[in-house]
């Protein structure tokens, strides 16, 4: 008997096995979305998107993140029929109007409103102590920010308005549980998150929760936003992914979505950007405005039959000669993924993206 297989032999744990064989890192499962720049944001490739773990989206109040967490959910019920979405619910402030948007059917969803976190601690231990691995399920809480400890209510409940210690102590515990459970049984857990203003001089954003969901995330995506207007009319927003971290992505990228009034969000968001970098889209002029044409990545060569107005890119037909061409999706990973060598630095393509205050993490307390 070699080692390996007596190390197997005397291991207690089920899920033991030799590493190249293990079922932990073997065949992860990704869920990829209808929006190549949340895949990307998610997985570092145009095809990635969302896998086991936790995911967390932190930023001010109305910066969609509710949005992103029910998109990526819908996108996880559409891949398996069998699948069903937890929604832990602290704030109230997800109407159905928002599960219809997504086209999520609302019996597909196990509502559990939440007083606290020890509540939420405790009810989702036992559900994920009740989830086998063969069974398909996301879960999404909103918020982590908006969450009182059971000290804190009690507090509140008998007059006191000394500081909670526990808070920061108790998430830390939540995450500190789930983890594990997240990666062995493939299940995605998006974490929504608030922030609040320091004191400071030059304020900063920083969001709540201490450190706990900090390292137990595998993702962390700070949320800013940029208004898009025609003339003085406010008619949308870009909504900036920064990626504060992440294990598949390069962090500090910083990836525009877009999302309008009229045609809520655009599909393409941020790829002209990418594109033209890439040389894959040729930025040049459409008479006084400027115009978009294909580009042989190869070649060099402009294709000047067809030029486009930006609005006019926001299509399939426009898309699919880039999107199918596998040099695109080499540039794509290279440029974000964690395993890529940049090619460009793409801070400076993204403009006006240095202007926004993204929030940063750090400790609620000292008291761990």
Known sequence: MGIMDKLKKNSKIKSAAIMSESSVFKNQEMVTTSIPLVNIALSGALTGGITAGLTTLAGPSKHFKTNFALFMAAAYLAKYDDAALIFYDCEYGSPQSYFDKFGID??????????DIEEMKNDISNQLDGISKSDKVIIVIDSIGNMASKKE?????????????????????????????????????????????????YSKAVVSGGTGIYYSSDNIWIIGRQQN?????????????NIE???????????????????????????????????????????????????????????????????ETKNDQFWKPVLENPAFANFVFQQFSVDGEQMVDFSDIVEGVDDIDFVKIEEETDDD
């Open 153 to 201: 209510t009690e507090d509140a409940m008998e007059g006191k308005s000394v500081t909670d210690m526990t808070r920061a102590k108790q998430l830390k515990s939540l995450f500190r549980i789930v983890t594990p459970h997240l990666k062995l049984k493939q299940i995605p857990l998006i974490a929504i998150n608030h922030t609040y203003q320091t004191q400071e001089m």
């Open 245 to 311: 971290k992440s294990r598949f992505v390069r962090e500090k990228a910083k990836l525009p979505v877009e999302v309008s009034w009229e045609n809520g969000i655009d599909k393409y968001s941020g790829l002209l950007e990418i594109a033209s970098a890439g040389n894959f889209i040729h930025k040049g002029k459409k008479g006084k405005a400027i115009g978009y044409s294909h580009m042989n990545y190869e070649t060099g060569e402009v294709d000047e039959s067809a030029v486009y107005y930006a609005r």
């Open 106 to 115: 609302m019996s597909r969803v196990f509502h559990t409103p939440i007083l």
């Open 229 to 241: 207007k025609t003339g003085t009319e406010v008619t949308g927003y870009n909504f900036v992914i």
